[in-house]
C-alpha cells in the first residue's frame, strides 16, 4: 500500500486568502491522499480550504476563534478516529501560546489496514539556539513528551507518521532523544537542505519540517513548493509560504 502524503506551513499572516485559494487549487489538482497543514489560524480559511479541495472529502480541524494549534489535516481516505491533545502551557510567556499548539491524530483508514498519522507543530524558538541549556529547549522537550505520550497511545501494531513543522534541526538533541525514545525513524535523515526560505536575513536555515516514521513503513520524501508563486491584484508576486513543502510516498 503507498500513501502519498504533503506536509506544509501555509503561513498565517500575509496576503493569506490569495494564497490560500492558490493552495487549495493546487492541492485539489495534487495525487495527496492526505495533506497535513499549519499556520491556517482562521477557521474561514479552513473552510475555504475545504470548499476548494473538494476530493478531500475527509477533514480535521476545530476551534472556533482560532483554529486549534492552526493545524488542518485534509484526506482522500477515511479517517475512522480523530482527536488533538494539547501542549502544555510552557514559560517564557509569548503571543504564540494563543495558537493553543498541540498534535491532531488521525487513524486512516487504508487498504493495510489503520495507518496513523500525527500532525503537529511545535513552538518556534526565538534565540535560535537549540543547545540543551536554551530556555525554549526546555519547551520543545515539554512538547515532545506529550507528543510521544499522543503516539504511545496508538497500538504499537499500528504504523504511524509523525510530520510537521517541528521547529528543531534535523540534529538537535531534543529531537533526537524524541526520536530514540519514541521508536522513531527519520525519512529524511542525511539531507542537509532547509525547509525553511532562505532570505538575505536568514541564507542558511536548517530543517525544520519533519517526516518520521514508526512501524513497517518506509518513506520517499521531496521538497516541494519551493518554486511556487501567485501575482496579487497589486502586481507583486508572493510565494505561498515562508517554508516549501515536504511530500512523502508512504509505504506499508
Given at each position: 500500500?503507498?500513501?502519498?502524503?504533503?506536509?506544509f506551513?501555509?503561513?498565517?499572516?500575509?496576503?493569506?486568502?490569495?494564497?490560500?485559494?492558490a493552495i487549495g487549487?493546487l492541492?485539489?489538482r495534487?495525487?495527496?491522499?492526505?495533506?497535513?497543514?499549519q499556520e491556517?489560524?482562521?477557521p474561514?480559511?479552513?473552510?475555504l480550504?475545504?470548499r476548494?479541495a473538494?476530493?478531500?472529502?475527509h477533514r480535521q480541524?476545530t476551534?472556533?476563534t482560532?483554529v486549534k494549534?492552526g493545524?488542518?489535516l485534509?484526506?482522500?481516505r477515511p479517517?475512522?478516529?480523530r482527536?488533538?491533545?494539547?501542549y502544555p502551557l510552557?514559560?517564557?510567556?509569548?503571543?504564540?501560546?494563543l495558537?493553543?499548539?498541540?498534535v491532531?491524530v488521525?487513524?486512516?483508514?487504508t487498504a493495510?489496514g489503520?495507518f496513523?498519522?500525527l500532525n503537529?507543530?511545535?513552538?518556534?524558538?526565538?534565540?535560535?539556539?537549540w543547545?540543551?541549556r536554551n530556555r525554549?529547549?526546555?519547551?520543545?522537550?515539554?512538547?515532545?513528551?506529550?507528543?510521544a505520550?499522543?503516539?504511545?497511545a496508538?497500538?504499537?501494531?499500528?504504523?504511524?507518521?509523525?510530520t510537521?513543522?517541528?521547529?528543531?534541526p534535523?540534529?538537535?538533541e531534543?529531537l533526537?532523544?524524541?526520536?530514540?525514545?519514541?521508536g522513531?525513524r527519520?525519512?529524511?535523515?542525511?539531507d542537509?537542505?532547509?525547509?525553511?526560505r532562505?532570505?538575505?536575513?536568514?541564507?542558511?536555515?536548517?530543517a525544520f519540517?519533519?517526516v518520521?516514521?514508526?512501524g513497517?513503513v518506509?518513506a520517499?520524501?521531496?521538497?516541494?513548493?519551493?518554486?511556487?508563486?501567485?501575482t496579487?491584484p497589486?502586481?507583486r508576486?508572493?510565494y505561498?509560504?515562508?517554508?516549501y513543502?515536504?511530500?512523502a510516498s508512504?509505504?506499508?
Open positions: 500500500m503507498e500513501l502519498r502524503l504533503l506536509t506551513n501555509a503561513l498565517f499572516k500575509g496576503d493569506v486568502r490569495p494564497r490560500m485559494e487549487a492541492l485539489e495534487s495525487d495527496y491522499d492526505v495533506v497535513c497543514l491556517v489560524m482562521a474561514a480559511m479552513a473552510r480550504l475545504a476548494l473538494r476530493s478531500f472529502p480541524y476551534g472556533g482560532l494549534g493545524l488542518v485534509l484526506s482522500r479517517i475512522a478516529e482527536r488533538f491533545v494539547r510552557t514559560r517564557p510567556l509569548r503571543p504564540e501560546l495558537m493553543r499548539k498541540g491532531q488521525a487513524l486512516l483508514h493495510a489503520p496513523a498519522v503537529t507543530h511545535l513552538s518556534a524558538n526565538r534565540d535560535d539556539d543547545s540543551p525554549f529547549s526546555a519547551v520543545a522537550r515539554a512538547e515532545l513528551a506529550t507528543l505520550g499522543a503516539l504511545a496508538i497500538p504499537a501494531s499500528v504504523p504511524a507518521v509523525v510537521g513543522d517541528l521547529n528543531l534535523r540534529d538537535a531534543a533526537a532523544r524524541f526520536r530514540a525514545a519514541a522513531l527519520d525519512a529524511m535523515a542525511g542537509e537542505r532547509p525547509t525553511y532562505p532570505t538575505p536575513q536568514w541564507p542558511d536555515p536548517p519540517d519533519h518520521l516514521l514508526r513497517p518506509s520517499s520524501c521531496e521538497l516541494v513548493l519551493t518554486d511556487d508563486a501567485i496579487l497589486d502586481g508576486s508572493v505561498l509560504s515562508d517554508h513543502g515536504v511530500a508512504l509505504r506499508v
